[in-house]
C-alpha cells in the first residue's frame, strides 16, 4: 500500500511544494512488515532582484518487524505433509515434532512465536541554498546542507526458543546515528567586452561524516521480557566511532 498526497503553489516570486505519503508492505515471506512515512517541503523564494532563497526539509521514518519463515527448511528439508499445526489448529510445540515423518526436520514455526527483530531508522536532510547575483556578470551559489539518521535495532531470542535456549535467551540492541554536513560555493564571472570574453569559476568545498555505534548483548532473563535491565549475564558491549572530512578548491577561466 503507497499513499501520497501533495501540493504545490505558486506566484512569479515564490513557489512551494509539500508531500506526506505512507508507504506499507508485507514481505514475500510471512513475518515480514515494512511501513515508511515520508515527509517533505521545498520552498523557492526570489526576495529581491538579486537575492533568491531556497530552502528545503526532507524526513522520513520507517519500522522493519522481521519475524520471516525458514525458507531454506521448508524447501529443501521439511515435507509437505509435516505440519506445523495439529489437527485443532493449533501450533505444536516442539521444535522436531515427534509425530513428522522426517524426524530430522525442525518446525519452523516453533522459533518465530516469540523471536524477532525490530528496527526503527530515522532520517532528516535540511537546505539551505541561496543565488545572489551580484551583477549582470558576477553571481554566487551557495548549497548548505546537513543529514542526520539514527537506527534502533532489536533482536530478541526467547529463552524457549532453539535460538535462545543454550544462553536461556538473548537480547540485542544496536544503536546507529550519524551525521553529514556538506557545503559548496560557488563564484562564477562570465563577460564580454569587445572582442574578449573571459569564463571563471571559484569554488569551495566542504563535506564531513561522523557516525557512532552501540551495540550490546544481554542473556539469561525471563521470557516475555525485552529489555536488558532484567538480565543476568552481560554477553557482549562495543562500540564505534568513525569521522572523516574532505575539502575542495577549484579555479578554472577561459579567456
Known amino acids: 500500500q503507497d499513499y501520497n498526497l501533495s501540493v504545490s503553489a505558486g506566484s512569479e516570486n515564490i513557489k512551494t511544494y509539500a508531500s506526506i505519503g505512507v508507504y506499507d508492505e508485507d514481505g514475500a515471506v510471512k513475518g515480514y512488515d ?8 521545498n ?3 526570489k526576495a529581491t532582484d538579486w537575492l533568491t532563497i531556497k530552502p528545503k526539509v526532507w524526513a522520513t521514518r520507517s519500522d522493519i518487524m522481521d519475524q520471516q519463515h525458514d525458507i531454506s527448511s521448508i524447501m529443501y528439508v521439511d515435507f509437505p505433509w509435516d505440519s506445523p ?3 485443532n489448529g493449533e501450533l505444536i510445540q516442539q521444535y522436531k515434532p515427534t509425530n513428522w515423518i ?12 516469540w523471536n524477532y527483530e525490530k528496527k526503527t531508522s530515522y532520517e532528516f536532510m535540511g537546505n539551505f541554498d541561496f543565488d ?3 551583477t549582470d556578470w558576477l553571481t554566487f551559489a551557495s548549497v ?10 532489536k533482536n530478541y531470542k ?13 537480547l540485542q540492541d544496536k544503536t546507529t546515528s550519524y551525521y ?14 569587445d572582442k574578449h570574453s573571459v569564463n571563471a569559476i571559484l569554488a569551495y568545498e566542504w563535506n564531513t561524516y561522523t557516525q557512532e555505534i552501540k551495540d550490546q548483548t544481554a542473556a539469561s532473563f525471563a521470557p516475555g521480557f525485552s529489555v536488558a535491565d532484567v538480565a543476568v549475564t552481560p554477553k557482549k558491549t562495543k562500540g564505534s566511532q568513525s569521522e572523516w572530512a574532505v575539502q575542495s578548491y577549484l579555479f578554472n577561466a577561459n579567456y
Do not use: M, W
Not at 522426517?102 to 518446525?107: G, L, R
Not at 548548505?144 to 535495532?153: F, M, R
Not at 526467547?158 to 538473548?170: E, F, I, T, V, W
Not at 553529514?180 to 567586452?193: A, D, H, I
Open 158 to 170: 526467547d529463552p524457549r526458543s532453539q535460538g535462545g535456549k543454550a544462553d536461556k535467551g538473548l
Open 144 to 153: 548548505n546542507n546537513y543529514k542526520y539518521g539514527s537506527t534502533a535495532l
Open 180 to 193: 553529514r554536513v556538506y557545503s559548496n560555493q560557488l563564484l562564477r564571472f562570465n563577460k564580454v567586452f
Open 132 to 134: 545572489i547575483k551580484l
Open 102 to 113: 522426517n524426524s530430522d526436520a525442525t518446525n519452523y514455526l516453533y522459533d518465530n512465536q
Open 85 to 87: 499445526y495439529d489437527e
Open 34 to 41: 515494512y511501513t515508511r512515512y515520508n515527509l517533505r517541503f
Open 43 to 45: 520552498v523557492d523564494y
